[in-house]
């Protein structure tokens, strides 16, 4: 949940900075947010029974 709202933010600032501006910090920010949401993950092994 987190994450998905700082992508959000992250596209928000980007789309509305002037583009060329002063902070270029913004659309690289985005890209890697929304490239981490996007990579797979794979679920924890459960324990084993004792």
Avoid: D, E, I, Q
Wanted: contains cysteine; positive net charge; glycine residues 12%.
């Amino acid at each position: 949940m987190s994450s998905a709202m700082r992508l959000g933010v992250a596209g928000g600032t980007a789309l509305a900075g002037p583009p060329g501006g002063h902070f270029p910090l913004p659309p690289p920010a985005a890209a890697l947010c929304a490239l981490l949401l996007s990579a797979p993950t794979t679920p924890a092994a459960a324990p084993a029974a004792a």
